[in-house]
């Protein structure tokens, strides 16, 4: 028996090079992985031995060579293929163990693997014969086969085939990423094309959850094209492993809490994909209070997430709320992890840089997916259009920008009550409009007075300004572009309060 061994990820590879030197199995290999394997002692052929071809054009050819990929792709049942291979001189290989260089580290023209993906796939397409090996996760289990029947199961062999082509899908995946990441836009070319006419996406698991959505659900976080998340960087303090719902609110929550006001003190609390608190403050033990004072009971269980390292005060002020069933910041000031821990033992203490993003958004139907460009704030404040005889205050807009910037992290219809930068009524997910400005200001309860007052598509009728009216806001910021605009506009300014059009909807589902 032979095998071909050319790794990156070098975990272990000394150590299966010796075990199948004692199998009697002859080893070929090459470059760091060769070097590595003979300075344990082992012996082992150089591909360029073996082929009789030095490495050329910069190493960019080195295992492209018919002993090789012959060696890997002979059907063993197939006459012909038997007479080329002894007509050529050509050996089987019947172990191929290789791993690529994790592009995204350091993307570029010379990490573009060719070799390595052809051997690896060579070696998959041959699974009948050849068991090819790309994590070192799985050496042990092939080492044991081998020393119990002297070969490796079919079933194994199938099953290792398939993470190899999984491998080269998510590496080649992530060389597209790099490619669409060296233009502006995702225009193919100069086609006049929205998004690009193929989106490969691989998926890499990283962690392993608790269950998915409802216990009965296995879940797992998996992070695109090999590409570094900043979920990745995540240091869990305390309590017990992440669930998929902690994962997916946790996620919402750091984004609103980073996007809101990066520059100041800023809280949000989310419970079921929906902010049920927003706060910006001059210290992040007020913006905690007043986001935790919109609605106490939400918050129960909910996530918190804070852009500013957590002090003693505002720990304070988080003993005397509800738990917490996860708080997220970018760090904890020195005692304040194990004061908050005594207090919430079984809240997760998270630790994490500040959050990222892709191009585009990937949304799975039942058998299929819906793709657009991510979703963002497009319209700037500045071009944002006064439309009734009323104009709002210095701290009316101020009140409706944050309004705005919450309704957009809220699921349609979404309806936002603001005032003094404390979001104070928060109607999301409802079917009509009206019943989600009553929402709202059922739970502003007065609160919101004076402030603003955000809806994330336009009024078509004049009933949602007078819902809001009615809760007291001074101001109303929408996207406008109804055909009932006047009818709107008309009754903002019978109502004695501002309007703001937008320009740009925000629905989020």
């Avoid at 979920?231 to 609103?256: C, K, M, P, R």
């Avoid at 403050?281 to 957590?310: H, K, W």
Wanted: with cysteine; hydrophobic share 40%.
């Amino acid at each position: 028996m032979r095998a071909l061994l050319s790794v990156y990820d070098k975990t272990g590879i000394a150590e299966l090079a010796a075990e199948l030197h004692e199998l009697g199995i002859d080893l070929v290999s090459s470059g760091g992985t060769a070097a590595e394997i003979a300075s344990a002692g082992i012996p082992v052929t150089d591909v360029a031995e073996y082929t009789g071809v030095k490495p050329m054009l910069g190493h960019r050819v080195v295992t492209l060579h018919p002993f090789i990929h012959g060696g890997l792709l002979a059907d063993r049942r197939d006459p012909a293929h038997l007479t080329d291979m002894e007509n050529n001189g050509i050996e089987f290989i019947d172990i191929v163990v290789g791993n690529l260089y994790p592009f995204n580290t350091d993307p570029g023209i010379e990490l573009i693997d060719i070799g390595g993906p052809a051997m690896i796939r060579a070696g998959a397409k041959n699974h009948a014969f050849v068991t090819v090996l790309v994590d070192p996760s799985d050496y042990a289990v092939v080492i044991e086969e081998l020393k119990e029947k002297g070969e490796n199961k079919a079933a194994t062999r199938r099953r290792l085939a398939r993470k190899a082509f999984a491998h080269c899908a998510v590496y080649d995946s992530s060389i597209v990423d790099w490619l669409d990441s060296q233009t502006t836009t995702l225009l193919d070319d100069e086609e006049s094309k929205p998004l690009p006419d193929l989106v490969p996406v691989g998926l890499e698991k990283v962690d392993n959850l608790r269950y998915g959505e409802n216990p009965h659900q296995t879940g797992g976080r998996y992070r695109v094209n090999g590409q570094p998340s900043w979920w990745d960087t995540v240091t869990q303090h305390s309590g017990v492993e992440l669930s998929y719902l902690n994962i997916f609110d946790a996620d919402s929550a750091w984004s609103l809490a980073n996007s809101l006001a990066p520059d100041e003190p800023t809280v949000a609390i989310i419970k079921h994909g929906n902010p049920c608190g927003t706060a910006v403050a001059s210290t992040l033990a007020a913006a905690y209070e007043q986001a935790f004072a919109c609605d106490p009971r939400s918050a129960f269980g909910g996530i918190v997430a804070m852009n500013r390292p957590v002090d003693d005060a505002t720990v304070a002020a988080m003993e005397a709320a509800a738990q917490a069933d996860v708080v997220i910041a970018p760090s904890y000031d020195d005692g304040v992890v194990e004061r908050l821990i005594a207090k919430r033992k079984n809240t997760r203490l998270l630790e994490a840089t500040p959050p990222t993003s892709r191009p585009y958004h990937v949304r799975q139907l039942s058998d299929s997916f819906l793709v657009q460009e991510s979703a963002v704030l497009a319209s700037d404040p500045e071009t944002w259009k006064v439309v009734t005889d009323r104009l709002p205050t210095p701290l009316e807009m101020q009140d409706a920008v944050m309004a705005w910037r919450v309704a957009a992290a809220v699921a349609s219809n979404a309806i936002v009550m603001v005032r003094n930068r404390t979001s104070y009524g928060i109607g999301a997910g409802q079917q009509n409009r009206v019943e989600s400005s009553m929402l709202a200001a059922s739970k502003a309860d007065g609160r919101a007075e004076g402030g603003a007052c955000a809806s994330d598509a336009f009024f078509p009728f004049r009933d949602g300004v007078d819902a809001a009216a009615d809760a007291g806001v001074a101001v109303v910021v929408q996207p406008g572009g109804s055909v009932n605009d006047p009818d709107v506009i008309d009754a903002a300014n019978e109502r004695g309060i501002a309007m703001i059009f937008t320009g740009e909807r925000q629905f989020k589902h």
